[in-house]
């Protein structure tokens, strides 16, 4: 199986969006641009969030498997996929390529 990074592209924060829909929390997220993580044999790498992962298991899993070209030729490197974590207040976009 190949290697999968994961390498934090951007993180945005709606505030509008926490002010109206939130109750306060007290541990928002905390990865940085620029964090990187590797993915050994389509596993979850340790300290990366469990949600984030739930939404891009499925590319890394394909992408450790040698597959890619995600919706016939999304990405201009056909081995890697552009991923959002699910957070609607505090999305964070992940780039994950395979990697030998």
């Known amino acids: 199986m190949k290697n999968v990074r994961i390498t934090v592209v951007r993180r945005c924060v709606y505030l509008d969006l926490i002010e109206q829909y939130e109750n306060p929390i007290e541990h928002?997220?905390?990865?940085?641009?620029?964090?990187?993580?590797?993915?050994?044999?389509g596993q979850c790498p340790d300290g990366l969030c469990s949600s984030a992962w739930e939404s891009m298991k499925p590319f890394v899993v394909s992408l450790a498997n040698g597959k890619g070209d995600f919706y016939g030729g999304w990405m201009k490197n056909p081995?890697?996929?552009?991923?959002?974590c699910n957070d609607g207040f505090r999305p964070v976009s992940f780039y994950i390529e395979a990697i030998d």
Do not use: G
Request: include cysteine.
């Open 28 to 41: 928002t997220c905390d990865v940085l641009p620029q964090q990187v993580w590797i993915s050994v044999d």
């Open 79 to 84: 081995m890697s996929a552009m991923i959002s």
